[in-house]
């Protein structure tokens, strides 16, 4: 076992922000567990990352998830810190319009995930009484949007359950925070809106350092937390 002080887990990790918490995190004594559905594209990304342990895995399916952490467990000893960067986004369907499948994919991969993801890694925090939980929310998830009901929803139970979690867990040593971006430039932002100004949006290498930040010591009398991290919009 490589000797670090810290292990910190990553989902979505191929994604924009991904790539961004992580390249904020290699760093002597960080040690990563990364998490993204595509194990070609983790193995891609990170394969040549000598403190990185890859993990593909569908944060939607529970029994998955514990089982392909159960596996990594032993490799790193402890998980200290978790940045849930992980969801989905789809809109343009009003209310009375949007399907059940529609419905139930955004709370999956937006909620459900962090359901599936505490389960695994909550009880060896409580064990050890210390942790630092952030999940990534969105703006829309303090206020109904035409058009993005459900996805509002499914934002509004994550930051929901974060602040059920940090009530659950602060007394245990463990810190559970949400950021709160409006739009990440993104290049898939970018060709989904071109006619924008995206300068107004946020950088992800700027959404990362608030996520690392809150994992850190120095954030250690922040529970409970929902950061907006809205750049100038």
Same mark, same amino acid.
């Given at each position: 076992?490589?000797?670090?002080?810290?292990?910190?887990?990553?989902?979505?990790?191929?994604?924009?922000?991904?790539?961004?918490?992580?390249?904020?995190?290699?760093?002597?004594?960080?040690?990563?567990?990364?998490?993204?559905?595509?194990?070609?594209?983790?193995?891609?990304?990170?394969?040549?990352?000598?403190?990185?342990?890859?993990?593909?895995?569908?944060?939607?399916? $529970?029994?998955?998830?514990?089982?392909?952490?159960?596996?990594?467990? $032993?490799?790193?000893?402890?998980? &200290?810190?978790?940045?849930?960067?992980?969801?989905?986004?789809?809109?343009?369907? $009003?209310?009375?319009?949007?399907?059940?499948?529609?419905?139930?994919?955004?709370?999956?991969?937006?909620?459900?995930?962090?359901?599936?993801?505490?389960?695994?890694?909550?009880?060896?925090?409580?064990?050890?009484?210390?942790?630092?939980?952030?999940?990534?929310?969105?703006?829309?998830?303090?206020?109904?949007v035409?058009?993005?009901g459900?996805?509002?929803?499914?934002k509004?139970?994550?930051?929901?359950?974060t602040?059920?979690?940090?009530?659950?867990?602060?007394? &245990?040593?463990?810190?559970?925070?949400?950021?709160?971006?409006?739009?990440?430039?993104?290049?898939?932002?970018?060709?989904?809106m071109?006619?924008?100004?995206?300068?107004?949006?946020?950088?992800?290498?700027?959404?990362?350092?608030?996520?690392?930040?809150?994992?850190?010591?120095?954030?250690?009398?922040?529970?409970?937390?929902?950061l907006?991290?809205?750049?100038?919009?």
């Open positions: 076992m490589i000797e670090t002080s810290r292990t910190v887990l990553i989902t979505g990790a191929t994604g924009q922000l991904g790539r961004a918490v992580v390249q904020q995190l290699r760093q002597p004594g960080t040690r990563l567990v990364l998490l993204a559905r595509n194990a070609a594209a983790l193995q891609q990304a990170y394969g040549d990352v000598p403190q990185a342990v890859l993990v593909d895995v569908d944060l939607t399916q $529970p029994m998955q998830v514990q089982e392909r952490l159960a596996r990594v467990l $032993p490799q790193v000893g402890a998980i &200290d810190a978790v940045c849930h960067l992980a969801g989905g986004f789809r809109m343009g369907d $009003p209310v009375h319009a949007t399907s059940p499948q529609t419905w139930q994919y955004l709370q999956d991969v937006n909620a459900g995930s962090l359901l599936h993801l505490a389960a695994a890694v909550v009880p060896g925090m409580k064990l050890r009484g210390q942790g630092a939980i952030v999940t990534v929310g969105a703006g829309a998830a303090l206020k109904g035409a058009g993005m459900a996805y509002c929803a499914a509004s139970a994550l930051l929901r359950l602040e059920a979690m940090s009530a659950e867990l602060k007394g &245990d040593g463990i810190r559970v925070n949400c950021v709160l971006p409006s739009i990440i430039d993104t290049p898939d932002n970018r060709a989904a071109p006619d924008v100004d995206f300068s107004a949006w946020v950088n992800p290498v700027a959404l990362a350092q608030v996520i690392v930040f809150l994992i850190s010591e120095e954030a250690r009398a922040v529970h409970g937390a929902a907006p991290v809205t750049g100038l919009l």
